[in-house]
Protein backbone atom coordinates (compact mmCIF):
# COMPACT_ATOMS: atom_id res chain seq x y z
CA UNK A 1 0.00 0.00 0.00
CA UNK A 2 0.65 3.80 -0.67
CA UNK A 3 1.00 5.57 2.45
CA UNK A 4 0.63 9.24 1.91
CA UNK A 5 0.34 9.93 5.63
CA UNK A 6 0.87 8.59 8.95
CA UNK A 7 1.56 9.73 12.58
CA UNK A 8 1.79 5.98 13.33
CA UNK A 9 1.73 2.43 13.18
CA UNK A 10 -0.68 -0.24 14.67
CA UNK A 11 -4.41 -0.99 14.52
CA UNK A 12 -6.73 0.56 11.72
CA UNK A 13 -8.86 1.65 15.32
CA UNK A 14 -9.76 5.35 15.64
CA UNK A 15 -8.57 5.66 18.88
CA UNK A 16 -6.96 2.09 19.52
CA UNK A 17 -7.51 -1.25 19.61
CA UNK A 18 -9.45 -1.24 22.55
CA UNK A 19 -12.35 0.71 20.55
CA UNK A 20 -11.82 -1.67 17.50
CA UNK A 21 -14.99 -3.69 18.44
CA UNK A 22 -17.11 -0.25 18.55
CA UNK A 23 -16.77 0.04 14.48
CA UNK A 24 -15.56 -3.51 13.16
CA UNK A 25 -19.24 -5.19 13.00
CA UNK A 26 -19.36 -4.39 8.95
CA UNK A 27 -17.81 -5.45 5.69
CA UNK A 28 -16.97 -2.18 3.26
CA UNK A 29 -15.02 -3.75 -0.48
CA UNK A 30 -14.16 -1.74 -2.89
CA UNK A 31 -13.32 -3.14 -6.35
CA UNK A 32 -11.88 -1.30 -9.60
CA UNK A 33 -11.78 -3.48 -12.93
CA UNK A 34 -12.77 -2.51 -16.40
CA UNK A 35 -13.75 1.30 -16.28
CA UNK A 36 -15.72 0.55 -12.97
CA UNK A 37 -14.89 1.24 -9.35
CA UNK A 38 -17.23 -0.24 -6.79
CA UNK A 39 -17.81 0.26 -2.71
CA UNK A 40 -20.36 -2.07 -1.58
CA UNK A 41 -21.15 -2.25 2.27
CA UNK A 42 -23.77 -4.57 3.94
CA UNK A 43 -26.92 -3.20 6.09
CA UNK A 44 -26.17 -5.01 9.73
CA UNK A 45 -25.99 -2.50 12.34
CA UNK A 46 -25.12 -4.74 15.69
CA UNK A 47 -24.73 -3.88 19.39
CA UNK A 48 -22.71 -6.81 21.06
CA UNK A 49 -24.54 -9.90 20.34
CA UNK A 50 -27.74 -7.95 18.94
CA UNK A 51 -28.80 -7.11 15.44
CA UNK A 52 -30.49 -3.42 15.81
CA UNK A 53 -31.23 -2.96 12.43
CA UNK A 54 -30.31 -5.23 9.01
CA UNK A 55 -30.91 -2.33 6.22
CA UNK A 56 -28.37 0.43 6.66
CA UNK A 57 -26.73 2.02 4.48
CA UNK A 58 -23.40 2.52 4.88
CA UNK A 59 -21.87 3.32 1.49
CA UNK A 60 -22.85 6.71 -0.48
CA UNK A 61 -21.66 9.22 -3.11
CA UNK A 62 -19.69 12.05 -1.58
CA UNK A 63 -19.61 15.79 -2.30
CA UNK A 64 -21.25 16.18 -6.30
CA UNK A 65 -21.14 12.71 -7.34
CA UNK A 66 -17.96 11.96 -8.07
CA UNK A 67 -16.65 10.45 -5.26
CA UNK A 68 -18.19 7.45 -3.61
CA UNK A 69 -17.32 6.19 -0.22
CA UNK A 70 -18.14 3.44 2.41
CA UNK A 71 -17.99 3.44 6.47
CA UNK A 72 -16.97 1.30 9.21
CA UNK A 73 -17.66 2.65 12.30
CA UNK A 74 -20.56 4.66 14.55
CA UNK A 75 -22.90 6.30 11.97
CA UNK A 76 -22.78 9.46 13.47
CA UNK A 77 -19.20 9.55 13.55
CA UNK A 78 -19.33 8.27 10.15
CA UNK A 79 -21.25 10.95 8.66
CA UNK A 80 -19.24 14.01 10.85
CA UNK A 81 -16.54 12.96 8.71
CA UNK A 82 -18.34 12.45 5.14
CA UNK A 83 -19.48 16.20 6.09
CA UNK A 84 -16.06 17.28 6.76
CA UNK A 85 -14.47 15.23 3.41
CA UNK A 86 -17.27 17.22 1.90
CA UNK A 87 -16.22 20.56 2.39
CA UNK A 88 -11.94 19.51 1.75
CA UNK A 89 -13.49 18.31 -1.15
CA UNK A 90 -14.84 21.82 -1.95
CA UNK A 91 -11.30 23.52 -1.14
CA UNK A 92 -9.79 21.02 -2.98
CA UNK A 93 -12.09 20.51 -6.21
CA UNK A 94 -11.09 17.22 -8.51
CA UNK A 95 -7.99 16.33 -5.79
CA UNK A 96 -9.49 13.60 -3.97
CA UNK A 97 -5.55 12.28 -2.48
CA UNK A 98 -4.75 16.37 -0.86
CA UNK A 99 -8.27 16.26 0.61
CA UNK A 100 -8.02 13.04 2.08
CA UNK A 101 -4.35 14.23 3.74
CA UNK A 102 -5.57 16.99 4.82
CA UNK A 103 -8.86 15.57 6.62
CA UNK A 104 -6.61 12.81 8.28
CA UNK A 105 -4.46 15.84 9.22
CA UNK A 106 -7.45 17.08 11.68
CA UNK A 107 -8.77 13.89 12.16
CA UNK A 108 -5.49 13.14 13.79
CA UNK A 109 -5.25 16.55 15.47
CA UNK A 110 -8.73 17.98 16.22
CA UNK A 111 -9.58 17.36 19.93
CA UNK A 112 -13.28 16.92 19.02
CA UNK A 113 -12.24 14.23 15.94
CA UNK A 114 -9.82 12.40 16.73
CA UNK A 115 -12.87 11.52 19.50
CA UNK A 116 -14.47 10.03 16.14
CA UNK A 117 -14.41 5.81 16.04
CA UNK A 118 -14.73 5.04 12.20
CA UNK A 119 -12.99 3.86 8.91
CA UNK A 120 -13.53 5.26 5.24
CA UNK A 121 -12.89 3.48 2.08
CA UNK A 122 -13.66 6.58 -0.49
CA UNK A 123 -13.06 6.56 -4.37
CA UNK A 124 -13.00 8.33 -7.36
CA UNK A 125 -12.29 7.39 -10.97
CA UNK A 126 -8.79 7.72 -10.56
CA UNK A 127 -7.71 6.53 -7.00
CA UNK A 128 -8.76 4.07 -3.78
CA UNK A 129 -8.08 5.35 -0.51
CA UNK A 130 -8.55 4.21 2.92
CA UNK A 131 -8.71 6.70 5.70
CA UNK A 132 -8.23 5.96 9.23
CA UNK A 133 -8.14 8.23 12.57
CA UNK A 134 -4.93 7.19 13.14
CA UNK A 135 -4.07 9.81 10.74
CA UNK A 136 -2.95 7.48 8.05
CA UNK A 137 -4.69 7.51 4.09
CA UNK A 138 -3.53 4.47 2.78
CA UNK A 139 -3.53 3.55 -1.21
CA UNK A 140 -3.79 0.03 -1.89
CA UNK A 141 -1.19 -1.71 -4.39
CA UNK A 142 -4.23 -3.66 -5.74
CA UNK A 143 -7.46 -2.92 -7.07
CA UNK A 144 -9.63 -3.94 -4.40
CA UNK A 145 -9.90 -3.37 -0.52
CA UNK A 146 -12.01 -3.94 2.34
CA UNK A 147 -12.14 -2.53 6.46
CA UNK A 148 -15.00 -3.88 8.92
CA UNK A 149 -14.56 -7.14 10.42
CA UNK A 150 -15.59 -9.25 7.53
CA UNK A 151 -13.20 -7.09 5.45
CA UNK A 152 -10.17 -9.68 5.30
CA UNK A 153 -13.03 -12.38 3.98
CA UNK A 154 -14.24 -9.82 1.06
CA UNK A 155 -10.42 -8.89 0.51
CA UNK A 156 -9.69 -12.40 0.12
CA UNK A 157 -12.46 -13.57 -2.08
CA UNK A 158 -12.35 -10.14 -4.33
CA UNK A 159 -8.46 -11.20 -5.24
CA UNK A 160 -9.62 -14.64 -5.91
CA UNK A 161 -12.35 -13.30 -8.31
CA UNK A 162 -10.72 -10.47 -10.02
CA UNK A 163 -8.83 -12.77 -12.66
CA UNK A 164 -12.20 -14.44 -13.29
CA UNK A 165 -14.38 -13.31 -16.21
CA UNK A 166 -16.83 -11.14 -13.79
CA UNK A 167 -16.89 -7.15 -13.84
CA UNK A 168 -16.37 -5.16 -10.97
CA UNK A 169 -19.92 -5.05 -9.40
CA UNK A 170 -20.22 -8.61 -10.01
CA UNK A 171 -16.59 -9.37 -8.42
CA UNK A 172 -18.24 -7.53 -5.44
CA UNK A 173 -20.96 -8.81 -4.66
CA UNK A 174 -19.68 -12.07 -4.76
CA UNK A 175 -17.10 -11.61 -2.24
CA UNK A 176 -19.15 -9.75 -0.29
CA UNK A 177 -21.76 -12.36 0.04
CA UNK A 178 -18.88 -14.58 0.92
CA UNK A 179 -18.12 -12.61 3.67
CA UNK A 180 -21.19 -12.48 5.07
CA UNK A 181 -21.34 -16.50 4.92
CA UNK A 182 -18.53 -15.95 7.10
CA UNK A 183 -18.66 -13.11 9.73
CA UNK A 184 -21.48 -13.13 12.38
CA UNK A 185 -21.54 -8.80 11.85
CA UNK A 186 -22.01 -8.70 8.18
CA UNK A 187 -25.31 -9.74 6.00
CA UNK A 188 -26.51 -9.59 2.62
CA UNK A 189 -28.40 -6.44 2.18
CA UNK A 190 -25.88 -4.73 -0.17
CA UNK A 191 -25.90 -1.19 -0.95
CA UNK A 192 -23.34 -0.68 -3.53
CA UNK A 193 -22.16 3.01 -5.39
CA UNK A 194 -20.77 2.63 -8.77
CA UNK A 195 -18.25 5.36 -10.60
CA UNK A 196 -16.49 5.10 -14.04
CA UNK A 197 -13.04 4.72 -13.54
CA UNK A 198 -9.71 5.77 -15.39
CA UNK A 199 -8.67 1.89 -15.67
Known amino acids: MTQFSSDHSGSYGASGPAS ?40 RPIGKGEVIGGFAGATADAFTLF ?9 YPGQLTRACVEMAKDWRTDRYLRRLEAMMLVADKDVTLVLTGTGDVLEPERDCMGIGSGGNYALAAARALLDMDLDAEAVARKAMSIAAQICVYTNENFV ?8
Open 192 to 199: VETLDSAK
Open 83 to 91: ERLEGKLEQ
Open 20 to 59: SQLWHATTILTVRKAGKVIIAGDGQVSLGQTVIKGNAKKV
